[in-house]
Each structure stands twice: as C-alpha cells, then as structure tokens.
C-alpha cells in the first residue's frame, strides 16, 4: 500500500507549474480572446518541446510512454492556468484512444501528435460540443454503436460561443459517405475508456482550477481593507475560504485514486472516475460561489482575473459526463446488491 | 503508488479479524455513560490488553504492536465492522498516551501506560472551563505550589467521562500573575483526591457523558506534571493535535455509517420515490465517507514515508463531523415518523441505533474545538489569511 507519487512524478509537476504560471498568464489568455483560433500556435510549440502532448504516447511512436497517474498532476495544473490549448484532450483522451485503436491510424498520427504536427480530437455522443475540432487534424467521433475517424472535410463545423471565451466549441456533422472504422461492442469499450479519460481530465482540472481561485482571493481579501483592516480578517470571509479548502482537500485523493485505477484497469474504474469527477468538479463550483462572493462586486467585473477559472469551472462541471450521469454511474453500484461497502472495501484486495 | 495490500497487511487482517471474531460480545455492552456500562467496557479493555489488540500503534514494551498508520487504518476497519465496543478510554489511549510518549519522563511513562492499557486506569479530558471553551487560553483553574506539591483550586467543565473515570489530564495556572498562553501547566490529577467534586451533567441522551469538577485545594505531586512548568499550553496544542488529527475518528467508522445507511434505504425503498432527495443524500454519503478513507490512506502513507501533518489536519474535524450529521440526519429522514422514537419504544421496530447516533452527532461540530475555530485556524494557518 502507497498512496503517494513519486519523487519524479511531484518534480514534473513543479517543473510543468513554473512553466505554466510564468507562460501563461491571464494576459495571454486574455491575448488569446482577441485571436481567430483562440490558441496560441507558440505555446503548443512550447508545450511539444517539453514532451507533454505525447507524454502518455508508447516510446516507439515518440512519446514519453507515461500513463493517466504521470498526467494527472500535471493536468491539475493545467486547471491551475486555465490552460486554453487541449493538452488535457490530447494526452489524456486521444493519446490513449489511438493507441487502444492500434494499427495504422495509430501509427499514421501519435508520431504527428507527439512532434506536435497534428491534433485529434475525441468526441463522444455523451458531449454536445467539441472543443477544438476547428483545429483537429482528425477526428475520432463517436454515434451510437459506431465510430468514425474523419478529417475536417469529412464534416462539418458549427461553431457555437461558451460564456468561457476560451472554450472554442463546435457542433459536428457528419458528411453522409463518412463509413465508421468500428462499430458494436468495441466502440462501447472505446466509449467508456475515453469518457473515462476525459471526466479524469475535468476532475483533474477542477482541482487546479479551484486552488487557484483559492490563492487569487487569499490575496484579494488580504490586500482589500474595509472597516480599517483586511476584509480577510473577518470571520465570515475566512469561513468562506475555509469551506472550499475542506471540500478541496477531500478531493485530490479521490482523483489520485481515479487515475491510478485506470492505469492499472481497476474493475472499480468507471465509478472511482464518476467519484473523482463529482467531488472535484463540487469542489471547483463552491470555489467559484465562494470566490466571487469575497470579491464583492470586483468578481463580477471583467476586469478581474476570477472569472477566467470560474467560467471554465462552471463549464467543465457538465462536459464528460454531467453530476446526474456520474451520480448514476455510482448509486447503480452502491444499490446494487453484489456491492462491497463498509470499512476495509475501499481498496481491493481489502475485505 | 500502489493500492494494493502488501501480503503481510493483509495477514495482519486475518490476524485481527479472526481474533476480534473469537473476542468481541455476542451481546452489545450497555453504554459507557452508565455505571454498569462502564464497567463491562474497562473490562473490554482488559480482554483487549490481553491480546495485545489496546493500542496497536504503541510499542511492543507497552503492550502494542508497533503497528504503523496503515496497519492501524487496517485494525480499525475491521474493529468497526466486528461491532466491536466503544473505547471507554480513548482520552487516555489515543490523547494522553501519545502525549506522555512525547513529554513524559520515563518513571511517568512506566507509572501511567501500563495501567491505562488495561483500563485499570480510565482517564477524562479536563479542558474547559466554565469561561474557557473555546477560548482555552482564558483558564483559570490554578495550580500553586508549595514544596514539591501542586495545591489546585478552580473548576473544570465538559470534561468527557469523569464521572466514574480515575484519572484527569489537563492545564492549570501556575503563574498567577501570567495571561493568555503563558504560565499555564499540564498536571495529571486522580479524581479520587481529597477536595475533588464531580458533578455529573446529563446530556441530550440524559445520561451522563460528562462532568463538571471542582477543585477545592486538591493536593497533587509535581511528579504529576507534563512538561515543565509553564510549558502547559504548547503540551496542550500536542495533545489537541492528536485529537483533531488522523486518530481521533477512523475511516472505517463513517464507512459502517454510511454501509448501514444504504442497507436502510434499501429496506425503505419507498422513501426514494416520495422524496428523491433522500437517495441523493445517501449517494453523498457513501462518497464523502469514501473520499475520507482515501484521504487519510493517502496522509498515512505520507506520514509513514517521513512526511509531516501540517495545518491541513484541521480540515479534518470538519469533514467527518459534518459528514456524521449528514448521514444520521439523512437515517432521520427514511426513518420518517418512527425516527423520534426511542429503540425500546413498542411501535420502535426497524429504527436500530439511529436516533442515538444521530444525538451523538450533534457534539461531532462541537468537541475537539468547534468548527467555526477549525475553519479559523484553516483560514489563518493553511490559506494565509490575515488574523
């Protein structure tokens, strides 16, 4: 029994934060904005030097041939930055599924993606909208029993405007000659891996998205007096902070747990996942609640950096699956009568 | 990381499943707050003792085990799902004891462990007073001293199990012209000393958990302080520490609530369909108890690995008292009309300890510092923010 990660992987984490937080900032996401794309070519670039985007790819297709537990601390601090670029997407999500799907898309586009020529992105039914598929290469599109693997001019791209000026999302439709590369059973494999993926990336984020919310108001309400002294002096503003520290510092296990079990392809995958993505994603809404409330009506400005990670908050809190599917993904279990609950059955091999 | 268990923990299971399976009363022990009560459960001490099972996490010259953290989550798991008894002395085996390891001298440690291990000895907490609760630095018990003898007069409050215990531990003024943090002394008093009044207080259950004590020039050694002199209150944070940490209250006894929580939804299903908020709550139930085995896995092995318990602890408290609540409150609720009723009542069937625990759980917030000072001290301490 270790529950703790690596001297490695909490050093690549430091390393991946002092990049993030010097390179991108709320001015450049604020940049970002004011561009067609919405993404900033150099940061990707960037982010490809040091071996992210193919991190989670096998060696001998020129990634890192790392798994979901060395990404997901580093995806915690993508949440931190409010990083635009679908790095999340890409390592997490459709790294992974090129490499179950194998053969010659495999081949053909992880060397791509890991060079930082290409992006693909995933889109299962369960996600209205994809985000980023104006930029994607490929597309691996899920409907129904089938999948599809397009490029652009095999569908069509209606580009719909999120509250979250980064969030760049697209509805997807199909052109008719499209022919699916699977379709049955494996695509619901597929499916659930990659919804899989994708909720651990949300939780993930949620958890950085939430700290940095946290240290932006410690500031605020350290440096912003009334009454003669810090607002943050006051008891009902610390009790404010003091919740979502409680329900942040209950998360990050969860999602530790989460990543682990599909590393390892726990049986218990889906709902650790399901878990992991409410509590964290909970946690991230009551930072934002919270946050903006000690901002008083500085929060609701556009001025103020709050509303970069509260709105991708609030966004990632219904995509991959919202509260209502994760939930039934976890009460179908625990009311389900083979289910071991109780002292000692959180862990496997346990009673 | 690895979530598996190494196979020497899980004999160590076996070890303390089959052994509890042989040991643990086939009838439930009546409740420590009554006399008779506290009695079968010193004696479940005893039997505990005997087995080496008291207190694993003590070393093997003391009587334990030398377990570490993760055997301990591990002797607690399958404790709670044995029904095993509660502990009669938890202030002493799980407070005072890890205080004594740390600031005792060696005769205190061979004088008081031994005898606390076997519950020949029961100690009470003695640490508010009737004007220090949660401001605990505002004590004014004092403790003077003549020659080699402390000389105590003031009052204590609040203090868990006194009524029929042996012993109390807690800080006194020793400087009486000192304020706040300063000239406070942690002394070891027996509740059998001359000039000691206890004064039960019955509590929402009506039976008495806890006691006021009075102390009119009650005589002690000074072998029976903790720390120097005037050390008290830094003696005091390590104890509280403890309390508030990772021992006071295990996973595996939220994990049970919440096991039974869904066994009673599932005898009640028709709540569900009435109020669909109840299935809810039972769902963040099982989660919230999940997410705190998890958490405290993840800090024992951190803490096993050298790492250090910092101001995080303090979220602690708060999430297991208010995930207590919850549950009981959300057991009130499928319960519907039966759940005001008391077990013994004639129309009381299928209510089970509910209603107890659901008393209990109002203290939860309350003891080991409110949680309003919690969240100070998470404010303050974790966040950063400004006193």
């Known amino acids: ?351 | 990381m690895n979530l598996a268990y190494t196979r020497q923990q899980s004999a160590f299971r076996e070890e303390v499943r089959s052994w509890l399976a042989a040991h643990v009363p086939t009838e439930a022990l009546q409740s420590f707050d009554t006399e008779a009560g506290f009695t079968q459960h010193r004696e479940w001490e005893a039997t505990l003792n005997e087995g080496r099972w008291g207190m694993v996490t003590w070393p093997e010259e003391l009587g334990g085990r030398s377990c570490d953290l993760i055997e301990w989550l591990i002797f607690e798991e399958e404790y709670y799902r044995a029904g095993a008894p509660a502990r009669v002395n938890q202030n002493g085996i799980f407070l005072l004891g890890p205080t004594l390891m740390e600031y005792g001298s060696a005769e205190q440690k061979a004088r008081i462990l031994p005898k606390m291990a076997t519950g020949e000895e029961v100690w009470a907490q003695g640490w508010s007073e009737p004007n220090a609760g949660s401001d605990m630095a505002a004590i004014r018990a004092t403790a003077r001293r003549e020659g080699d003898t402390y000389i105590i007069d003031g009052q204590k409050t609040w203090s868990t199990r006194a009524v029929w215990a042996d012993w109390t531990f807690g800080m006194f003024r020793t400087d009486p012209d000192s304020e706040r943090h300063r000239g406070l002394t942690f002394i070891l008093v027996p509740l059998n000393s001359p000039g000691i009044t206890i004064r039960p207080i019955p509590q929402l259950n009506g039976l008495p958990g806890f006691a006021e004590i009075f102390f009119d020039r009650v005589e002690v050694p000074v072998s029976n302080r903790l720390g120097d002199e005037g050390a008290g209150w830094s003696v005091a944070m390590a104890t509280a520490g403890f309390e508030r940490g990772l021992m006071l209250r295990s996973p595996a006894r939220f994990q049970q609530t919440a096991r039974r929580l869904v066994e009673l939804y599932r005898a009640n299903p028709e709540v569900g369909d009435s109020d669909p908020a109840v299935k809810d709550a039972v769902l963040r139930a099982y989660l919230d108890a999940e997410s705190y085995c998890l958490s405290t896995y993840q800090t024992a092995c951190r803490l096993t690995q050298g790492g250090k318990i910092g101001a995080e602890s303090s979220t602690n408290k708060i999430f297991w008292s208010e995930l207590d609540q919850a549950m009981h409150a959300t057991a009130m609720s499928i319960l519907g009309a039966r759940a005001e009723l008391l077990p013994h009542a004639p129309d009381a069937m299928g209510v089970g300890n509910w209603l107890d625990g659901w008393l209990f759980s109002q203290s939860g917030p309350i003891y080991a510092g409110t949680n309003e000072i919690q969240r100070n001290i998470i404010a303050e301490r974790m966040l950063g923010m400004p006193r």
């Open chain 1, 1 to 351: 029994m270790d529950f703790t990660f690596s001297e490695d992987q909490l050093l690549f984490q430091q390393t991946v934060r002092d990049f993030l937080v010097s390179e991108v900032t709320p001015q450049r996401i604020r940049a970002s904005w004011e561009t067609d794309s919405g993404r900033d070519p150099k940061l990707w670039d960037q982010l490809t030097e040091m071996g992210l985007v193919g991190m989670t790819a096998p060696e001998t297709w020129g990634g890192l041939g790392l798994s979901e537990l060395d990404f997901v601390l580093l995806a915690r601090e993508c949440g931190y930055v409010a990083l635009p670029e679908p790095l999340v997407h890409t390592a997490l999500v459709a790294v992974p599924m090129l490499g179950a799907l194998g053969g010659e898309l495999a081949q053909r586009w992880l060397p791509a993606i890991a060079a930082g020529e290409a992006t693909v992105i995933v889109g299962l039914e369960q996600n209205l909208l994809l985000e980023d598929a104006h930029r994607a290469d490929l597309l691996l599109i899920q409907r129904g029993d089938a999948l599809y693997a397009l490029n652009p001019e095999q569908c069509k791209l209606r580009h719909n405007e999120s509250v979250d000026p980064s969030r760049k999302l697209y509805a997807v439709e199909i052109c008719d000659s499209a022919e699916p590369i699977s379709t049955g059973a494996p695509v619901q494999a597929f499916t659930t891996a990659a919804l899989n993926r994708g909720a651990l990336g949300c939780a993930a984020q949620a958890l950085g998205l939430a700290q940095r919310m946290v240290d932006l108001s410690v500031q605020y309400t350290t440096d912003r007096n009334q009454f003669g002294k810090p607002i943050g002096s006051f008891q009902a503003v610390k009790h404010h902070m003091a919740n979502i520290a409680v329900r942040l510092e209950y998360a990050g296990a969860p999602v530790a747990r989460a990543a682990y079990s599909i590393a390892n392809s726990e049986p218990g995958a889906s709902r650790h996942v399901s878990h992991a993505k409410l509590v964290a994603c909970e946690a991230a809404s009551l930072a934002a609640k919270n946050c903006i409330q000690v901002h008083g009506a500085m929060g609701y400005t556009w001025e103020v950096d709050l509303h970069i990670y509260m709105k991708k908050a609030w966004a990632l809190n219904n995509t991959w699956g919202d509260a209502g599917f994760h939930k039934n993904r976890v009460s179908s279990w625990i009311f389900s009568p083979d289910a071991k609950l109780g002292a000692g059955s959180t862990f496997p091999s346990g009673a």
